[in-house]
């Protein structure tokens, strides 16, 4: 027979790998960045967010804080290092005010964390408090990140359109919520199920919208492209005289465009 601890490694390596598609997810925005060589109107603000909560996360996952986290570590770990390449080149190719506060921010964060360690093990001198203190910490920071997409669901109810939601990013949020969820039920973990029972709930959410706004969407989608043809066939621009070419017995007058 299975143990649940062999299932619990199984559930934590899928969510791994779902959790290593949510942040490789940004990688199209950084490549246009880089094209561009301007962050142009792109918020910094969910790079900073997850970087935040990556960096809680490995500390929540050590041994000398919460023992037989191993995967915790792991994916958040590399979620630091893929997060922190955003934030860098973010402040690379940003300018003025907005680079040297998106740089303050980033040194406030890791400032904030060395300290939060540092108090921690210091002061705390159990695994249950260590625990207690990183994992609430946790809690707050991975909450706010799933409240996030809440603008973006009133967005989809206002308009009735599911355009700027994307599917597959919907779609990676709720099995990334209900892999973690499985993961910290099987040996009970208040500070994993809390943040990410709400965020399966959150991409639930999305995945509903979705299915019932999917075809008002085309057919938004479908009118656009249809008055912007029509607008097309509208707009002539007069580039010397009209030309006339004859068609069978009629005259049918050409405007170069």
């Known amino acids: 027979m299975v143990s649940a601890d062999a299932i619990r490694t199984a559930v934590g390596i899928l969510g791994n790998v779902i959790a290593l598609a949510l942040f490789l997810s940004p990688v199209p925005t950084f490549i246009q960045i880089w094209k561009k060589r301007s ?16 960096m809680l996360w490995v500390l929540y996952g050590l041994p ?24 860098l080149l973010y402040i690379y190719y940003s300018e003025g005010k907005m680079r040297l506060r ?9 400032l904030f964390v060395a300290v939060t360690t540092v108090l921690v093990l210091t002061l705390a001198h159990t695994h249950e408090r260590r625990s207690l203190i990183v994992g609430s910490m946790c809690v707050f920071v991975c909450i706010l990140m799933y409240v996030a997409p809440l603008s973006v669901m009133k967005m989809v109810l206002t308009t009735r359109s599911v355009e700027y939601m994307p599917f597959f990013l919907s779609l990676a949020s709720f099995a990334n919520g209900v892999c973690w969820t499985t993961y910290a039920l099987i040996r009970f973990d208040l500070f994993i199920t809390i943040p990410n ?52 017995n009629h005259a049918s007058e050409i405007r170069e465009i």
């Open 39 to 54: 962050v142009e109107q792109f918020s910094p603000a969910p790079y900073l967010a997850t970087l935040l909560n990556c």
């Open 64 to 87: 000398i804080v919460h023992p037989h986290s191993m995967l915790v570590i792991t994916i958040n770990g590399t979620g630091f290092v893929i997060e922190i390449s955003y934030v």
């Open 102 to 110: 998106v740089l303050a921010i980033f040194l406030l964060e890791c």
């Open 197 to 248: 029972g709400l965020g399966t709930l959150f991409g639930l959410g999305q995945l509903i919208l979705y299915a019932t706004f999917y075809k008002s969407t085309q057919r938004q989608i479908a009118e656009r492209k249809s008055k912007g043809e029509m607008s097309l066939t509208e707009v002539v621009v007069m580039n010397g005289d009209p030309k006339k070419v004859a068609n069978g």
